[in-house]
Each structure stands twice: as structure tokens, then as C-alpha cells.
């Protein structure tokens, strides 16, 4: 498979990140009140944390709303302005209104001590041709990171149409089993039990099982 860098070609989308100004505060001409402040919103980052506190992986928001993957991270990183079509399927999909779209994430309101318990077994279930996913901690919304457990189908690397990529970091722990890694920057590799690996989503990656049976792994992304 030739290598895909697409990713590379950040030139090529250099339209301007659409910023919404959100005013602050009311004018008072003549009062000798300071002017109202301006905050930008950077709708890119606001369509990602919308993304993750539904729990919801590119591949995912991808399915939902009817965009290309690679459109949904540029449209996260900025890379790219969304029309007014792609808007119209992100509010859809990913139901939300306009107004919810176009405001800044509310501010966290004080302590914290959240926490959500899995139950074996009792993760959220999204089986890919590839890959069949269990997504852990469904219940909070707004997390920074998005822990699942994978079982790995794939049998070789021909299974794969192209690079798997996406915005963020991965860390990945093998739980059971054994696999061979296959990033694009670097060799094959096969990690075991206990093995484990840290890496940038956006470089192109795939995972292969080795052992008899499927291989286990603990997926974290941030």
C-alpha cells in the first residue's frame, strides 16, 4: 500500500478557521463603562468537544453525520471553513441545534470527582470490519480522553483500504493475545501481553492479530 500523506498537505487547505465573535457584556455609551470584550470561538474545536463528550470516535461522527473522516479532522484542526451543507450534517448528526454549535463549551462548574464504572461486558458495542470495539465510560460526557477495548479482527494488512488516521494521541495495551503494529513512518513490529505502545493518531497505523485467537487490546484516546 502506498503511503498516504494527505495529512502532510496542510498548504493546500489555508482558507481562514471560522471564528465567531461572542460578545461579552453590554455597552454603555456615555457611561464611562469599559467597551464590551470580544472572545473568538474556534468552531473546530468546538465541533471536537462536542464529538468526545458523546463518545464518539471520527469513524463514528463519520457514520452519524455523513462526512468523510479526513473532512471531520480538518474541520477539528482548522484546516479547513465547513459550508453550509457540511454545518446542516453536523447539527444533524451529532444532534445539536445551531445555537449549541456556534457557543462556547459551558465552563466547568466546580469540584471535580466525577467517575463512571463499566462492567465487564457492559461497554458500548461497535464492531467494524476490522475491528470490534467495546467504548468504556459512556456515561460521562465532556472526557478528555476516550478508553475502549478492542478486539482485534483484521488477519492481515490487505484488510485495510487505506491508513487508518485521526486527529490526537493513541496509547494501546495489549490485554490478550498478540498482534503485529504497522505504523507508517516505521517497520512492522509485533507486541505481546503486556506490551504496550504510545503513538500520534495522525500517522497512519493499522493492527494485525498474530495468535490463535483475536487479539485483546486496551485503546486510549486523546
Keep these: 500500500m502506498a503511503e498516504s500523506t494527505e495529512f502532510l498537505k496542510q498548504n493546500q487547505y489555508n482558507k481562514p478557521s471560522v471564528v465567531i465573535n461572542r460578545r461579552v457584556g453590554v455597552d454603555h455609551p456615555g457611561e464611562g463603562k469599559p467597551e464590551s ?40 484542526n482548522e484546516q479547513i471553513s465547513p459550508t453550509f451543507a457540511a454545518v446542516t450534517k453536523l447539527v444533524d448528526g451529532l444532534g445539536v441545534d445551531l445555537p449549541q454549535l456556534f457557543s462556547p463549551a459551558p465552563e466547568n462548574s466546580g469540584a471535580g ?80 501481553e503486556g506490551d504496550s505502545v504510545y503513538y500520534d493518531a495522525q500517522m497512519g497505523h493499522a493492527l494485525v492479530s498474530t495468535s490463535e485467537s483475536d487479539a485483546v487490546i486496551l485503546w486510549v484516546t486523546a
Design 113 to 192: 470527582g466525577r467517575r463512571d464504572i463499566t462492567r465487564k461486558g457492559e461497554g458500548k458495542i461497535h464492531p467494524t470490519t476490522t475491528y470490534e470495539h467495546e467504548l468504556l465510560a459512556t456515561e460521562l460526557s465532556g472526557k478528555r480522553i476516550i478508553p475502549y477495548r478492542t478486539t482485534v479482527k483484521a488477519r492481515s494488512f490487505d484488510e485495510y483500504g487505506e491508513w487508518v488516521r485521526h486527529d490526537g494521541e493513541e496509547f494501546l495495551l495489549v490485554l490478550s493475545g498478540s498482534l503485529e503494529l504497522y505504523t507508517e513512518h516505521y517497520q512492522p513490529v509485533e507486541l505481546f
Design 37 to 76: 470584550k470580544v472572545t473568538p470561538l474556534e468552531l473546530g474545536k468546538r465541533v471536537r468537544d462536542i464529538r468526545l463528550s458523546q463518545s464518539l470516535t471520527l469513524e463514528e461522527a463519520s457514520l452519524k453525520t455523513g462526512l468523510a473522516r479526513s473532512t471531520l479532522s480538518k474541520i477539528e
